[in-house]
C-alpha cells in the first residue's frame, strides 16, 4: 500500500461546498493511516450540521478507490477550528472570494471585524448577516463597488 | 421500566435541540428578510446536528439499539423530554400572525425563545464540555462555538426589536408575556454526578445575562410565575402532538425509510 500516492490522492479531493479549496486545505481530513484493514482516513466535521458532513465521506472513498479498503472515521475531539484552514487555503479562499477569517478562533465573535472586499479592495464593507449560504460563513457587501461577498467566520 | 439517568439526561438535551430546530425550520421560506431566511435556517441547523449527536449517544448509552432516527422519528408523544418552551407554535394565539396565512408566525416571539434557548444551551455546553464523559464533553466543545454565533445573533434582535418603534416594543412585550412562564423549565432537570450539572446551576447566571440583555432593550421582566415544567417528564402541550404528526409523517407513512 502506497501512503504517499494516497496521501497526494487525497489531497487534490475538493471541499463539495467550497470547490476552490480542498478537505486538507480546510483542515477536515486529520490524518490517513495504514492498519492492519487498510486505509484509515481520519475526518473532523466542521458544523454539526453541515450538511456535507456525508458526501464529503463518499468523496473521500471514491478518491482512494483502488487502494484497497478504506475505513473513514469521524472525529469530534478536538472540534474543528477555523485555525486549521492552511496558508494556502486561505490564499485560495481569498482569490475565490471568500475573505478568510481575520483572527484566531478563541478571540471574541463580539466584535465585527473590518474587511476588505475581496474584488476591488475597498474597506468600505457591510455585514448583511451573520449566516450565509453555508453555516461556516457571513454574508457582506462593498458598498464601493456594490458586489456581494462572504466571510468564513472564525469558529 | 426506568430509564438510565444519562440517557434520560442526554434525552432532554438532545430533544430540546430537535424540536427547537423543527419550530425554526418552519421559518424557511418565510422569514422577513432573506438575510434572516438565512440565518433561521442555519440555526436551526446547527441544533439538528447537536441533536443528531445526542440522540446517537442517548441510543448507545441505552442499549436498546436505537439510532437517531429511530429516536427521532419513532417515539411516541410521552417519550419526548424536551422542554414545552422550544414545542410552543411559532406564534402564540394573543401575539400577532405574519399576516400572510399559513401557520402563524410571530418573528418577536422566534427571536425571543431563540436568545433565551442560546444563552442558555451557552452556559450548559461550556459546563458539559468538561463532563467526566469524554463522549458528551467533545459534543459540547463543539456544540458551544456555534450557539455563541446564536446567542449573539438572537440577542441583537432582542435589543432591535425591543428598544426600538413603538410596534416592535408593543409586539416583544406580548411575546415575552407569552413565554416568560415557560423559562421555568430551563432550570428543572436534575443533574447525573460526574456527567452533566442540575440545570439549577445555570439559572442564577442565565437570570443575570437575560436581565441585562432586557435592560439593554428596554423591557420590563414580567412578575415570576409558579409554572411548573412538564416536558422533561413527557408532559407536553397540547401542540406536541400537531408538531410530531408533521415531524414523523415519513417514517410513519413508510416505515424505515432511508434516503
Sequence with gaps: MDLVAARERLSQVPDPEIPAVTLMDLGIVRDLRATDAGLEVVLTPTYSGCPATELIADDVRAALAGFGAVTITLQRVPAWSTDWISAAGRVKLQHYGIVPPQCRAEQSIRVVPRLRCPRCDSGATQQLSRFGSTACKSTWRCIDCGEPFEYFKPF | ?259
Excluded at chain 2, 400577532?96 to 408566525?105: L, T
Excluded at chain 2, 407536553?236 to 404528526?245: D, K, Q, T
Design chain 2, 1 to 259: 421500566m426506568a430509564m438510565d439517568v444519562k440517557t434520560q439526561y442526554l434525552l432532554r438535551l438532545a430533544d430540546t435541540c430537535l424540536i427547537h430546530s423543527q419550530r425554526l425550520s418552519e421559518w424557511c421560506g418565510h422569514a422577513p428578510v432573506l438575510e434572516e431566511d438565512l440565518a433561521l435556517s442555519n440555526i436551526a441547523l446547527d441544533l439538528l446536528g447537536q441533536a443528531r449527536a445526542l440522540l446517537t449517544y442517548a441510543g448507545q448509552l441505552e442499549g436498546a439499539g436505537r439510532d437517531e432516527d429511530q429516536l427521532a422519528f419513532l417515539r411516541e408523544e410521552r417519550d419526548y423530554r424536551n422542554i414545552i418552551l422550544v414545542e410552543l407554535p411559532n406564534a402564540a394565539a394573543s401575539s400577532s400572525d405574519d399576516g400572510g396565512g399559513g401557520g402563524g408566525r410571530d418573528f418577536a416571539l422566534t427571536t425571543l425563545r431563540n436568545a433565551a434557548v442560546a444563552i442558555w444551551l451557552e452556559l450548559l455546553y461550556e459546563r458539559l464540555q468538561t463532563s467526566g464523559d469524554a463522549e458528551l464533553a467533545g459534543i459540547a466543545a463543539k456544540s458551544l462555538k456555534e450557539v455563541r454565533y446564536h446567542r449573539q445573533h438572537s440577542s441583537d434582535w432582542v435589543v432591535r426589536l425591543g428598544d426600538g418603534t413603538d410596534a416592535s416594543r408593543a409586539r416583544m412585550r406580548a411575546a415575552l408575556a407569552v413565554l416568560w412562564p415557560y423559562f421555568n423549565e430551563l432550570f428543572a432537570a436534575q443533574g447525573v454526578e460526574g456527567f452533566g450539572p442540575a440545570w439549577s446551576e445555570l439559572e442564577a447566571d442565565w437570570r443575570a445575562r437575560w436581565a441585562t440583555l432586557m435592560a439593554e432593550s428596554t423591557l420590563a421582566l414580567p412578575r415570576d410565575s409558579a409554572m411548573q415544567p412538564g416536558g422533561i417528564d413527557g408532559v407536553h402541550s397540547e401542540h406536541m402532538g400537531h408538531l410530531l404528526a408533521t415531524m414523523q409523517h415519513l417514517q410513519r407513512a413508510y416505515p424505515g425509510g432511508v434516503w
